[in-house]
């Protein structure tokens, strides 16, 4: 177990691994934007031909992918064109208005740093994920045991579902940031902080509720209860958009097919894998789903028993992840196969499996080392047929 009185520290090592992180994603966001998308930015957020297109985009400019739905960056950028949907076009851009738009910081996020323009929020949308992997990297650092190298963060770029994310530009990276942010600031016990950042990530992704939880298991346990009023008033933004979306009287549905009996989706996602053969495809989606088990493995392995020991020695960072481990393999087990069936949904929604899994470095160091390797090669093949 780690040590209880753990100052975050920032040295050349943090600095450097920070750099190189931002310096790879930049890197690969050159490859897919000149060497996949034609030098378009618009392919970044997987537009379909199947739903309306934003009333702000200009069709000719636009990368669309015939013969396809789309995807959730389609359905962000949508709304960062008009983040406050006063263009009944844009509602009707939508699959689930109602859904979609209480996930709001991101795409509120990228029109205020593309000024309201339409020919820039794409570019801004694109550049939050950018930032938001050195900042996961530099958070993960700050992280860290004292005991374990700041390079060890650069774990971070071998996760296959950081470049899922940027490649198709969800909000899902944003979230993590708020989350360990908030983990950061209790650990320094700047509690509205840690209340600002659960706030803002709740707005970005409601599955953050997970981390929720967890914190306040975790401070239960430690019977802190200075952080129980600040827990409570991070939830009400959250509420409050949710009342405003009520009264907006919105369209669509609220998500709840996501969800279903326990251990039903993956029933069936281990019947899909069965059923569909061994094509490169399948065994691709088999290798993804088998990483997202060793990830929930490797974690439960490592931290499992330690939440049941009230012990000084046990770190608020190690309790909240071994609760969110447990928490998130819960949701795993209800997740219905509209999730599952996929390993570009199911690796988006379970990252911060993997990126606890680079904070929580010890012990067990040769079993990670595989598995970020692993982890690595799935990257690889990702970015190389990513089309």
Known sequence: MEENSIEPTVGKDWYLSVGIALVVAIAIFGYLYWGKLDGNITGFFRIGSELPLSPLLEPDKTLIFQGELGYDGQQFLSIALDPGLTNPDTVAALDHPAYRY?????????????????????????????????????????LLSPHTSRFNALGVLAIPGIWMILSLSTAD???????????????????????GCLAGGLLTRETLLVLWLAVLLAQLQRKQWSAIAPLGLSLLPLMGWLGYIQWRQLPGGSGSGNFGWPLVGIFEKFQGLISNGLTSSNLYEAYLWLLLGAGFGLLIWTMGRSIYTVNAAVTDVFLITGYASWLYLGLLSVASFYILNYYLNYSRVFLDI???????????????KGFFTACALASIAFLALQS
Request: some cysteine.
């Open 173 to 195: 990276l944003l979230a993590s940031v708020w989350g360990l942010g908030a983990i950061l600031g209790l650990q320094k016990q700047r509690l509205w902080v840690m209340a």
């Open 354 to 368: 993997f990126l606890f899994n680079v904070l929580i470095s010890r012990p067990y160091y040769l079993a990670k």
């Open 102 to 142: 209480r996930r709001i910081f991101y795409p509120l996020l990228g029109y205020g740093l593309g000024l309201g323009n339409p020919d820039w929020i794409p570019w801004a949308l694109v550049a939050i994920n950018l930032g938001a992997i050195a900042v996961c990297t530099g958070l993960i650092g700050l």
